[in-house]
């Protein structure tokens, strides 16, 4: 995600399904200076070298996201405003429950209750 007026220190984030039901992940460096003041550069489509890449499943890949926006949903949104916590943003309310309705039904995910997300091992 970038900023307007920000330079730098941001990264192009690239899921790829291939036909085996895997997915690859990738994360790049954006191609730009962090020192330009030019849009064209801050702003550029261009990768840069590969920080993180690994292969995984669809269903966990699916599973884990729903997981971790549950457990933020729970822990950092405020219930009345559905504001978080930590940026001034609103929660993706309807887009993280439709995420789960489909983790639920095709992958048989089971999100936590509050109660069992308090008691989990933070590791």
């Not at 070298?49 to 729970?74: E, G, M, P, S, Y």
């Amino acid at each position: 995600m970038r900023w307007a007026r920000e330079i730098g220190g941001g990264h192009f984030l690239d899921l790829v399904l291939d036909p085996d039901g895997g997915v690859g992940v990738a994360l790049h460096d954006l191609a730009d200076s962090s020192t330009s003041t030019d849009a064209a550069d801050i702003w550029s489509a261009e990768r840069g070298a590969c920080v993180f890449r690994t292969r995984t499943t669809l269903k966990d890949l699916v599973t884990q996201l729903v997981a971790n926006l549950h457990r933020i949903r729970l822990r950092d949104v405020d219930p009345t405003t559905g504001m978080t916590d930590q940026w001034p943003r609103t929660f993706p309310t309807a887009i993280h429950e439709r995420l789960e309705q489909q983790a639920v039904t095709r992958y048989g995910y089971r999100p936590l209750s509050r109660v069992e997300l308090d008691h989990e091992d933070p590791a």
